[in-house]
């Protein structure tokens, strides 16, 4: 199924993971959607472009399933976006290049909830460490094999 649009959930997403994406979309010539509820500043393409949705709760993820297309490619470190367009028939990746799939996401999921469970009851269990280049590394080289992969269907 080819890659119609990049979407990115962007309040979360980080600068640099940005960057790398304004390339691909730019170099591919694919339309890239970064979606928040603050102004953004995105380079000047022909290819990119930024919605600003209002403030509120998992608003900028609602408008993103609604308007994700089979096929598409989201890019969000929230793991119950990654659930609802992958129902939809997309492919989710996260800014550390991890693939959320069909196979994988309800354990991810399960272990989201799960230290919820344990920050709500009071433990302290810190956030992910900072992105580091490994991180980036593996977002690119993901990102590439599915573009790659796209550009051949």
């Known amino acids: 199924m080819p890659i119609h649009t990049l979407w990115v959930d962007a309040d979360a997403c980080p600068v640099v993971i940005k960057e790398i994406l304004y390339r691909a979309a730019n170099r591919l010539k694919l339309p890239l959607v970064l979606v928040a509820n603050q102004p953004l500043q995105t380079p000047p393409s022909h290819y990119i472009r930024s919605v600003q949705v209002s403030q509120g709760f998992d608003v900028a993820d609602n408008y993103i399933v609604q308007q994700v297309q089979t096929g598409d490619l989201v890019i969000t470190a929230d793991i119950p976006l990654a659930d609802e367009v992958i129902s939809k028939g997309c492919t989710a990746l996260s800014p550390r290049g991890d693939l959320y799939t069909k196979e994988n996401i309800r354990q991810r ?21 900072p992105l580091d280049q490994g991180d980036r590394q593996a977002f690119a080289n993901q990102l590439d094999r599915l573009l790659q992969k796209n550009q051949k269907e």
């Open 109 to 129: 999921l399960n272990m989201r909830d799960f230290m919820d469970t344990l920050r709500s009851s009071g433990v302290n269990t810190g956030g992910p460490p």
